[in-house]
């Protein structure tokens, strides 16, 4: 059974930086390319960032670009998110997710496999 599984999250102060990981199980997701999304409290699950199969092109969010880095390894089927100088307002849930619909796929509804998420907390 295919299966993307996070860490690497935890409470940090603003400033700070962490590195998120997403392993997967199950199958190769080496054709697919990955995303990362977010849940805040309250909110929609917006996208974050995304990555194609082969780690040459990516895409963020205005919120976060110049702030985080997306990149893969795909011997390992895994997938980094470093985060850095991490704001309060990236508090929340981050889902790593796959698609195979390339890197371009913006929306969660284009994605096919999730992981079960990571809560990131950065305080003031």
């Known amino acids: 059974q295919a299966q993307l599984v996070e860490s690497g999250g935890g409470l940090v102060q603003a400033g700070g930086s962490l590195r998120l990981s997403c392993a997967a199980s199950?199958?190769?997701?080496?054709?697919?390319?990955m995303g990362w999304f977010r849940q805040a409290p309250g909110k929609e699950r917006e996208f974050v960032a995304a990555i194609s199969w082969s780690g040459g092109m990516t895409g963020y969010a205005n919120a976060v670009k110049g702030r985080f880095t997306l990149s893969r390894d795909n011997a390992k089927n895994t997938v980094y998110l470093q985060m850095n100088s991490l704001k309060p307002e990236d508090t929340a849930v981050y889902y790593c997710?796959?698609?195979?619909?390339?890197?371009?796929?913006?929306?969660?509804?284009?994605?096919?496999?999730w992981g079960q998420g990571t809560q990131v907390t950065v305080s003031s």
């Open positions: 199950g199958r190769s997701f080496s054709s697919y390319a």
């Open positions: 997710a796959a698609s195979n619909q390339g890197w371009r796929a913006l929306s969660r509804y284009q994605y096919d496999y």
